[in-house]
């Protein structure tokens, strides 16, 4: 039987945080190295600029992003790793879909609401209207099965499912529906700053997220001026709005050290908060250590780099090449 595919893409722009670590890329690790799915992961850089990216550090951080994937323990034989504007075939089938997607339907979407609404009646641009349906292209295009995606991605890939659905009536069966993919035993780790909202990259507040590359201190302080309650108790209460620090430190903590909620509530029965809070940082601090000496050896290594990205890249065009020429095919575009 055809193995299952699996794919899922993050954009790089900011550093990935413990909450993307913890809730994602370790579990995307695991089931890589289970070999049971193909795996496809990329770098979403044309996603990136439909918001302005100074050319420098956006190189920059494009590269940094790829270092920290590998050294999260991504493996270029395991996994196509790549960056999405290195395989041309997203770009081409995100136009072909967009003739397959309507116009009230992309209006919409949640997520363009949210940020169309940052700018000016009219300004918003149109790449920020398109990008659900550039997203479909990279999912549809790889016939992926599975999407493990945040749940505010799940509007996005109901859209991906709805257009393969239009193109498969008009054209016959060519695009596979994708299904959304709930991660299982995924920590919901919460802003430090805010723990009523999810951690974010976007985060204007740099004390609401810990990054894969904060230093030791600055992890543990960050720790140290997370918002709990007034209760001095910890336990894991999850539908308690009031808890939500405590249910998310606890999360952490569990993710981090592999205990159960019931064995931390012990181990901090007789302790405040102050005691809970150093143990946290530490135990996270403890994780990245080893993550963040493997990605300065990475970053530092040019060539590395770029042959990984070239694998990968040449990986994923290798599996979308024939799809996107079957789809060509299907239109009636005549082909070289
Ligand atoms: N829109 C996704 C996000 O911001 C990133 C992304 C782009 C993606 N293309 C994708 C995720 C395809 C899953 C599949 O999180």
């Known amino acids: 039987m055809a193995k299952k595919t699996f794919l899922s893409g993050i954009q790089p722009t900011n550093i990935p945080h413990i909450g993307n670590y913890f809730g994602a890329v370790k579990n995307w690790v695991a089931s890589q190295n289970t070999g049971e799915m193909e795996s496809f992961y990329f770098l979403a850089d044309l996603h990136a600029i439909t918001v302005r990216q100074d050319p420098k550090a956006f190189k920059n951080q494009t590269l940094n992003c790829f270092a920290l994937f590998l050294a999260m323990g991504l493996e270029p034989e395991k996994s196509a790793l790549f960056v999405q504007s290195h395989v041309l075939e997203h770009s081409e089938l995100a136009w072909i879909l967009g003739c397959y997607a309507m116009f009230g339907e992309l209006s919409r979407m949640t997520q363009f609401k949210d940020k169309s609404g940052a700018h000016k009646e009219g300004e918003a641009n149109i790449g920020l209207f398109s990008y659900p349906v550039l997203q479909a292209a990279d999912i549809l295009i790889y016939n992926a099965d599975f999407v493990p995606v945040g749940k505010d991605q799940k509007q996005h890939l109901e859209l991906a499912r709805n257009i393969a659905q239009r193109f498969n009536s008009a054209h016959g069966e060519t695009f596979k529906l994708p299904e959304y993919y709930a991660t299982p035993n995924t920590a919901k780790i919460m802003s430090l700053s805010e723990p009523s909202k999810k951690m974010s990259k976007s985060d204007s507040n740099p004390n609401a997220a810990v990054y894969m590359l ?3 201190d600055m992890v543990i302080k960050k720790f140290k001026r ?7 108790l910890v336990e894991y209460r999850g539908d308690d709005e009031s808890k939500a620090g405590i249910n998310s430190l606890m999360s952490i903590y569990s993710a981090a050290t592999g205990k159960g909620f019931g064995e931390i509530q012990s181990e901090f029965a007789e302790k405040g908060y102050g005691d809970f809070k150093t143990a946290v940082g530490e135990s996270v601090a403890d994780i990245l250590a080893p993550i963040q000496k493997k990605y ?4 530092s290594d040019g060539a590395f780099l770029e042959s990984c990205m070239k694998q990968g890249a040449e990986k994923a ?3 979308a090449r024939p799809l996107l020429h079957a789809v060509r095919e299907k239109i009636g575009f005549l082909q070289l």
């Open 214 to 216: 904060d230093s030791r």
């Open 226 to 232: 997370a918002v709990t309650d007034s209760e001095a």
């Open 296 to 299: 300065n050896e990475i970053r």
């Open 317 to 319: 065009s290798a599996k």
